[in-house]
T-cell receptor, first 113, second 112 residues
Framework: DVKVTQSSRYLVKRTGEKVFLECVQD?????MFWYRQDPGLGLRLIYF???????EKGDIPEGYSVSREKKERFSLILESASTNQTSMYLC????????????FGPGTRLLVL | GEDVEQSLFLSVREGDSSVINCTYT??????LYWYKQEPGAGLQLLTY?????DMKQDQRLTVLLNKKDKHLSLRIADTQTGDSAIYFC????????????FGKGTLLTVNP
């Protein structure tokens, strides 16, 4: 079974702090994704990566950066957290090819005070 | 880019059929997907349909695709309380095979 793990289920940070969200997958997937999920807005793609050190902006990259130094790990970085980044963050991974079957982690609920 | 719309809420009685509807704009989506999210969990892929198919059945799940109207539906037969969840439809966008655009999700509530 594919397993996607996220470093924290719940996180509380203060405005202006630098925040790291970590995601690890154990199935040698090429593609990894970061989404945020907000009530009434569904899932929105922040960034994705199709290979080590490769990244592409999604629909809402502002205020975020990512790092993929190893194939199994994809990190989301909030350089200076703001209250409007309070959200549920979901990581996913997929094998290159079709159909696009994305496997999701359990999510990190981030509260920025 | 792709825009995916679905109704936000659906309430059914246990044992009834549920039908969740979705419309999309990007006709180049090769596959269309249904994901399920249970409370406190990430999403899991339920099923998908290739764009040149009209229907796909998988046990209690039936997916119908009307390409002309860009309409996708998910029917759950004999709905159980364990089916209570948020259901998302998704399609690929911008010619990419791996960049999915999700609808806002339909919250299915199954009443005993």
């Amino acid at each position: 079974d594919v397993k996607v793990t996220q470093s924290s289920r719940y996180l509380v940070k203060r405005t202006g702090e630098k925040v790291f969200l970590e995601c690890v997958q154990d199935m040698d997937h090429e593609n990894m994704f970061w989404y945020r999920q907000d009530p009434g807005l569904g899932l929105r793609l922040i960034y994705f990566s199709y290979d080590v050190k490769m990244k592409e902006k999604g629909d809402i990259p502002e205020g975020y950066s990512v790092s993929r130094e190893k194939k199994e790990r994809f990190s989301l970085i909030l350089e200076s957290a703001s209250t409007n980044q309070t959200s549920m963050y979901l990581c996913a991974s997929s094998l290159a090819g079709v159909p696009e079957t994305q496997y999701f982690g359990p999510g990190t609920r981030l509260l920025v005070l | 880019g792709e825009d995916v719309e679905q109704s936000l809420f659906l309430s059914v009685r246990e044992g009834d059929s549920s039908v969740i509807n979705c419309t999309y704009t990007d006709s180049s989506s090769t596959y269309l997907y249904w994901y399920k999210q249970e409370p406190g969990a990430g999403l899991q892929l339920l099923t998908y349909i290739f764009s040149n198919m009209d229907m796909k059945q998988d046990q209690r799940l039936t997916v119908l695709l009307n390409k002309k109207d860009k309409h996708l539906s998910l029917r759950i037969a004999d709905t159980q309380t364990g089916d209570s969840a948020i259901y998302f439809c998704a399609g690929t966008s911008g010619g990419s095979n791996y960049k999915l655009t999700f609808g806002k999700g339909t919250l299915l509530t199954v009443n005993p």
